[in-house]
């Protein structure tokens, strides 16, 4: 068990660019979370999947997120016309079917100039 | 007002002392309830888990869940300067479903040699 894995794990754009954010999960865990936190702030959901569908979205999900699992394994994470605000850490995390704890990555810091 | 909520702090005790953690909450739908703990620019690690009211205890933590008066409890013995960290309390819906957890927005614990 090597754990969540996450990469980049900084990455550092211009406004305006896209991004684009992977998570491998822990091997056998069916179900994938996106979290996202800024300095000083708790964890904040965004997604989550159950194998390859994406059952719930949080709000803070805006038109320019977009999060795929396209064969139940590893996930990305795009942002497109990243601005200044999405300067955050981008956190993974993932748990069984069973399981209620969730279990998090490294997380990928964003820098947004 | 935010479904949880946690001093930042800091709180700062000298080592060996008990320490005292705390979060309300305001779901009641909440059953599930986690704390994780997060060194500077890494991703939580979670702690404890526990599901509804009482108590659980594993090595130096404790964990307490209050549902009457919807108060999360952690707490620390014979705390090492290696426990500085942020504590994050999280809780998350009963239900078929696996959701997103709700986050406290950490405490920053510090423990003086």
């Known amino acids: 068990d090597t754990g969540v894995s996450q990469d980049p794990r900084h990455k550092i754009t211009k406004r305006g660019q896209n991004v684009t954010f992977r998570c491998d999960p822990i091997s056998e865990h069916n179900r994938l979370y996106w979290y996202r936190q800024t300095l000083g702030q708790g964890p904040e959901f965004l997604t989550y999947?159950?194998?390859?569908?994406?059952?719930?979205k949080s709000r803070l999900l805006s038109d320019r997120f977009s999060a795929e699992r396209p064969k139940g394994s590893f996930s990305t994470l795009e942002i497109q016309r990243t601005e200044q605000g999405d300067s955050a850490m981008y956190l993974c995390?993932?748990?069984?079917?069973?399981?209620?704890?969730?279990?998090f990555g490294p997380g990928t810091r964003l820098t947004v100039t | 007002q935010k479904e949880v909520e946690q001093d930042p702090g800091p709180l700062s005790v000298p080592e060996g002392a008990i320490v005292s953690l705390n979060c309300t909450y305001s779901?009641?739908?909440?059953?599930?309830f986690m704390w994780y703990r997060q060194y500077s620019r890494k991703g939580p690690e979670l702690l404890m888990y526990t599901y509804s009211s009482g108590n659980k205890e594993d090595g130096r933590f404790t964990a307490q869940v209050d549902k009457s008066s919807k108060y999360i409890s952690l707490f620390i013995r014979d705390s090492q300067p290696s426990d500085s960290a942020t504590y994050l309390c999280a809780s998350r819906r009963s239900g078929g479903g696996a959701d997103g957890l709700t986050f406290g927005k950490g405490t920053h614990l510090i423990i003086q040699p």
């Open positions: 995390a993932s748990s069984s079917m069973q399981g209620h704890e969730q279990y």
């Open positions: 999947f159950q194998n390859e569908a994406q059952l719930e």
């Open positions: 779901n009641s739908a909440f059953q599930y």
